[in-house]
């Protein structure tokens, strides 16, 4: 019996230590996650700009958290369906207050070629808090956007 109770005292010493590194953990992978969510999404609509030769927009609403892929105006179709998403609690859009449109939303225009237009978003940073941060920027051969992890200000 007494074996069984240091045993069971060892356990919650070391759980003990170990849950806040372990909550780092996973609350980094949530940012992770949706950072690459967020470029798979650029390169859907990039794909999707190519396949359907039509003008994809990409649109983001930091202020909601919310950001999602339509085809541009006048170009609808029957058999897609809707693609929008939400940040996982916790989490911020940033992007450049100059790149905010009369509804407070970025976009991120892909032509039929694939290409970017010269309108749209540099950059989109995902913050969790004042440390984490992850930017998706703007490649540059202007043809896609990439994950770049860093310190707010770099």
């Known amino acids: 019996m ?8 060892m356990l919650a010493t070391i759980v003990a230590v170990a849950a806040p ?3 780092r953990f996973f609350k980094g992978r949530v940012l ?3 950072a690459r969510r967020m470029l798979a999404l650029t390169r859907y609509a990039r794909s999707e700009a190519i396949s359907r030769s039509v003008l994809m927009e990409l649109w983001i609403e930091p ?15 029957d ?9 996982a609690d916790g989490l911020l859009f940033e992007v450049d207050d100059e790149s905010l449109d009369a509804q407070g ?3 991120i225009l ?10 749209s978003v540099e950059y ?6 004042e440390e984490s941060v992850i930017e998706i920027a703007q490649a540059d051969y202007g043809l896609g956007y990439l994950i770049q992890s860093g310190e707010l200000g770099s």
């Open 21 to 23: 590194t372990l909550s």
């Open 2 to 9: 007494i074996e069984l109770i240091v045993v069971m005292t």
């Open 105 to 107: 939303e970025a976009k």
């Open 124 to 129: 989109v940073r995902i913050l969790e808090d």
């Open 79 to 87: 058999d897609r369906k809707p693609v929008e998403f939400i940040l």
């Open 63 to 77: 202020a909601s958290g919310t950001y999602g892929l339509d085809p541009q105006a006048g170009y609808e179709f």
């Open 110 to 119: 892909f032509w039929p070629d694939g290409s970017i237009d010269g309108e």
């Open 32 to 34: 992770e996650n949706e």
